[in-house]
């Protein structure tokens, strides 16, 4: 019987299972190995590690996770998770089980892109979907923006004072024309046709409609949506938001004693959304481990 066990080793999980074996609790760390930003070369705006690869992050804090003797780290989905405070067990993809009096989901979130041919193979590498995390690197630069929504307005906002030239391309279909006019009342440029398809030559991101070919550094995606990466959710009967994430409180805790959350997954429900980020994740993280040290040390 694990003291806790986490369930996911991003940001949120790694910073869990840190907080935790530095407070000497026996502690499992599951990864199933499906990370957010897998395809993403260089991670920015997290302090310290501006630029490092994603997964040297990650390999550098399982090593660090070594020091610590109550936290045991292994790479395996969780299929199922049952029971209650202080007594559940947790299914594991290889048929085994393992048992704990408290559970961090840290499964994250996947994205899913607009059906656009050449898109998955681009992202995290020429398309994003975060300024914060990407938008810099594009300074004045051409870039395009995948949707003609109210997503593009929002993300135009943000990118204009940092990108040259910015495009805006139907997906599906041609953009409404609302949303064009209002766009180009903002000076942004919108394609007439929607997108067949994206490539990168090497050099830049060609984008191929019907009407020609338009040549940009890189795509930000308007069009795409998040679903929770793991069942637990539904599973457990977690109160989730409109938004699609676990609703948490201000401890980290779910609608179920003795489940938390963290990272990318949960949120509290004073935010219309969650504040995806490597730093935000890991301190969501450190807090729910932090909240559930607490409880533990009240019971002995
Ligand atoms: C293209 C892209 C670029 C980004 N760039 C940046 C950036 O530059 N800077 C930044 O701060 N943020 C960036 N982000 C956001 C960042 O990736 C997320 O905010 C962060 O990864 C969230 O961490 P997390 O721990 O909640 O989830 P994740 O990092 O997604 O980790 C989820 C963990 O859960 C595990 N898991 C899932 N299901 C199971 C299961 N059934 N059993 C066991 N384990 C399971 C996975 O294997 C993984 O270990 C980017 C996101 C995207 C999509």
């Not at 992202?123 to 929504?149: K, N, Q």
Request: proline share 5%.
């Amino acid at each position: 019987m694990y003291d806790v066990i986490v369930i996911g080793a991003g940001p949120a999980g790694l910073q869990a299972a840190l907080s935790l074996g530095r407070m000497h609790r026996s502690t499992l760390l599951l990864d199933s190995g499906e990370y957010r930003n897998g395809p993403v070369a260089h991670m920015h705006n997290v302090i310290g590690n501006d630029g490092t690869p994603p997964a040297d992050f990650r390999a550098k804090a399982r090593a660090q996770l070594g020091a610590y003797a109550d936290v045991r780290v292994r790479d395996v989905a969780v299929e199922r998770i049952e029971g209650e405070v202080d007594d559940f067990t947790v299914a594991l993809a290889d048929g085994t089980s393992e048992r704990a009096r408290r559970i961090v989901l840290a499964t994250g979130v996947a994205d899913d892109l607009p059906a656009v041919p050449g898109l998955d193979a681009l992202w995290g590498r020429r398309a994003f979907t975060c300024p914060f995390c990407d938008g810099h690197e594009f300074s004045d630069a051409s870039i395009g923006i995948l949707g003609a929504s109210d997503r593009t307005a929002h993300l135009i906002g943000m990118l204009a004072p940092i990108v040259g030239e910015i495009t805006v391309f139907g997906v599906g279909e041609a953009p409404d024309p609302a949303v064009v006019g209002q766009l180009e009342r903002a000076s942004v440029r919108v394609h007439p046709v929607p997108v067949e398809r994206v490539e990168d030559d090497g050099v830049q991101v060609v984008v191929r409609t019907a009407d020609g070919d338009i040549a940009v550094a890189g795509l930000f995606v308007a069009a795409g949506s998040i679903r929770q990466r793991a069942p637990f959710a539904e599973q457990l009967g977690l109160q989730v938001l409109p938004s699609g994430a676990i609703e948490i409180d201000e401890f980290g805790r779910t609608s179920v004693p003795g489940v938390s959350a963290a990272g990318d997954l949960a949120h509290r429900a004073t935010l219309p959304g969650v504040v995806a980020s490597v730093v935000m994740a890991a301190a969501a993280g450190q807090m729910a481990a932090a909240v559930l040290v607490q409880e533990l040390a009240a019971e002995h």
